[in-house]
C-alpha cells in the first residue's frame, strides 16, 4: 500500500514538473520573441549568439547543486555561463532513484528557467546580472553553446575574500547596499521574496567593492502556513494561515550569519564594535526591518565624518537616488 501510495506520489511529482516546465518553457520562448522584436532588454545574448561565448567544458567554474557554471570569454571580457550537466548533484541523485532521464532534466533545467525568470523580473544592483539567455529545448545531452538545450549568461563576479579587512565605511557602505536588496526583495513585484538557500559562496564580488548574489533558483514568495501564533518561525503572526513577514525576517537572519556580522565585526572586541554594536544587536535577532536597519548604518556613516573618503561619496550618491 505504502509503495504504491509513493509510486502514485512520484508520478503526481514528475507530471507537476513537467506541467511546471512546459509553462515557464513557453513563458521564456514568448518573452524572448518579445524582447528580440521589440527591444533587446539590455540583454547582450540570446540563440543566435550564444555560441560566439568561448568556453571549456572541462573546465567547470563553479559546481552546484544543480547547474554547473563555467567561465567563458566573449571578445576579450569574461562571462559566466550556467547549464544543466549530466554530472550535476540533481541529475545524477534523482537518475540514481529510476527515474526516466527526460524527468530528472526536466526537473534541474525547470530550476534554471525560474532563475532566469526572476532575473528577467527583479532589478537591483547587488543582483549577478543576467547578459542572456538561449531557451531551444529541454533536451540537454550536448555541452556545446551552440546546441545545448538551456543556457543563462550572466556576468563573472569574483569570489569574495578579505571583507573584514575592508575600510570601515567601505564595508558600512557594502552592508547597507545588501540590506538595500533586502529591502528590495521585500518589497518585490513578485511578493516578499525568501532567499531559501543562502550560502557564502552565493555571494561574490563585483570589484572593486560591490557584493553581489547568484543563484535564485530556490528564491520564492510563498511564506509558510501556520495555525496559530506560536506556530511560526522567528516570532513572526500568523495572519490568514501564513507566517507573516516570515521571508523578510528570515532573509536578514540568515544574511547577518553569512556575512554581516563578519563584515561589521559583530564578534570581535575591536574599537569598529562599538559603533556597529547597536546594528550588530538588530540583525542578530531579527528586529526591525531591513530599511530601519539601513537607516542606523546611514546614521553611522555620517557620523564618521569622511567626507574626503570615496566610499562616502558612493553612499551619499545612493541616498540620494
Ligand atoms: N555570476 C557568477 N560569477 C562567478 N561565479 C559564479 C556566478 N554564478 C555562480 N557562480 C559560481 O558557481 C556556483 C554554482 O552556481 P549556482 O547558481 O549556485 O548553482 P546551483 O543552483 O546549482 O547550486 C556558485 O556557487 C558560484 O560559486
Ligand atoms: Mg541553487
Redesign the pocket.
Known amino acids: 500500500m505504502e509503495r504504491s501510495i509513493s509510486a502514485w506520489r512520484c508520478r503526481r511529482t514528475a507530471k507537476v514538473a513537467a506541467l511546471v516546465f512546459c509553462a515557464i518553457f513557453a513563458l521564456l520562448r514568448i518573452q524572448q520573441e518579445t524582447l528580440a522584436s521589440v527591444d533587446d532588454g539590455g540583454l547582450l545574448f540570446n540563440c543566435s549568439n550564444i555560441a560566439e561565448i568561448n568556453i571549456n567544458t572541462r573546465n567547470v567554474?563553479?559546481?552546484?547543486?544543480?547547474?554547473h557554471?563555467f567561465l567563458g570569454r566573449y571578445h576579450g571580457s569574461h562571462v559566466?555561463v550556467?547549464m544543466v550537466t549530466g554530472t550535476?548533484y540533481d541529475v545524477t541523485r534523482c537518475l540514481s532513484s529510476n527515474r526516466s532521464s527526460t524527468e530528472c532534466y526536466a526537473w534541474a533545467n525547470m530550476k534554471l528557467l525560474k532563475e532566469i525568470m526572476l532575473h528577467l523580473e527583479l532589478r537591483h544592483a547587488s543582483l549577478?546580472q543576467l547578459l542572456g539567455f538561449c531557451v531551444r529545448s529541454e533536451e540537454t545531452e550536448a555541452l556545446s553553446l551552440s546546441e545545448h538545450g538551456i543556457i543563462g549568461v550572466?556576468?563573472?563576479?569574483v569570489p569574495l575574500t578579505n571583507v573584514e579587512s575592508w575600510s570601515l565605511s567601505t564595508r558600512l557602505t557594502s552592508a547597507w547596499e545588501l540590506l538595500d536588496l533586502l529591502s528590495y526583495l521585500e518589497q518585490s513585484p513578485l511578493g516578499s521574496l525568501l532567499v531559501a538557500d543562502l550560502k557564502r559562496?552565493?555571494l561574490?564580488l563585483r570589484p572593486p567593492h560591490s557584493i553581489v548574489i547568484?543563484?535564485l533558483?530556490d528564491v520564492t514568495s510563498v511564506e509558510p502556513k501556520c495555525s496559530s501564533n506560536g506556530s511560526c518561525d522567528h516570532n513572526v503572526k500568523c495572519r490568514n494561515g501564513r507566517c507573516s513577514g516570515h521571508n523578510a525576517r528570515h532573509n536578514l537572519l540568515r544574511f547577518h550569519s553569512v556575512l554581516l556580522s563578519d563584515m561589521l565585526h559583530c564578534n570581535t572586541n575591536s574599537s569598529i564594535k562599538q559603533n556597529t554594536s547597536s546594528v550588530c544587536h538588530n540583525l542578530s535577532i531579527g528586529h526591525g526591518s531591513a530599511s530601519a536597519i539601513q537607516s542606523q548604518l546611514s546614521t553611522l556613516l555620517r557620523g564618521l565624518n569622511e567626507n574626503s573618503d570615496g566610499e562616502f561619496r558612493r553612499l551619499n550618491f545612493l541616498l540620494a537616488e
Not at 567554474?61 to 547547474?67: E, L, R
Not at 550572466?154 to 563576479?157: C, L, M, N, Q
Open positions: 567554474h563553479g559546481k552546484g547543486v544543480t547547474k557554471a559566466l550556467k550535476g549577478v550572466y556576468e563573472y563576479a559562496s552565493h561574490l547568484t543563484d533558483d
